[in-house]
Nanobody, 125 residues
Framework: QVQLVETGGGLVQAGGSLRLSCAAS????????MGWFRQAPGKEREFVAV????????DYADSVKGRFTISADNAKKTVYLQMNNLKPEDTAVYYC??????????????????WGQGTQVTVSS
């Protein structure tokens, strides 16, 4: 089994910054990718960012490009999401995900079996 624990959520004013962390434990050998999704009230869960285990590949949702940065510490099995210039529309529960094999579409919810419990990010205007 795999456990994912997210930390770093909270309340911040528009224009502010937050850094989310997600530590993976358990059967974490052969990690292929780690990423983040989010779900706002009344909306569907959506892709935010992903990074492959080699660190060579990153991808972002258009809505966060230039503001969010994903990074990973492979030795610690931890993925980070640095969120700058936050906007009220970034308010959501943020979920960490991991995948252990290649996928053609890492932006798809269906690509991920393992999910964290979620951490709330609230951006006030």
């Amino acid at each position: 089994q795999v456990q994912l624990v997210e930390t770093g959520g909270g309340l911040v004013q528009a224009g502010g910054s937050l850094r989310l962390s997600c530590a993976a434990s358990g059967r974490t050998f052969s990690l292929y990718a780690m990423g983040w999704f989010r779900q706002a009230p009344g909306k569907e869960r959506e892709f935010v960012a992903v990074i492959t285990s080699s660190g060579a590949g990153t991808d972002y949702a258009d809505s966060v490009k230039g503001r969010f940065t994903i990074s990973a510490d492979n030795a610690k099995k931890t993925v980070y999401l640095q969120m700058n210039n936050l906007k009220p529309e970034d308010t959501a529960v943020y979920y960490c995900v991991v995948r252990f094999s290649y996928s053609l579409n890492l932006k798809s919810i269906d690509a991920y079996r393992y999910w964290g419990q979620g951490t709330q990010v609230t951006v006030s205007s």
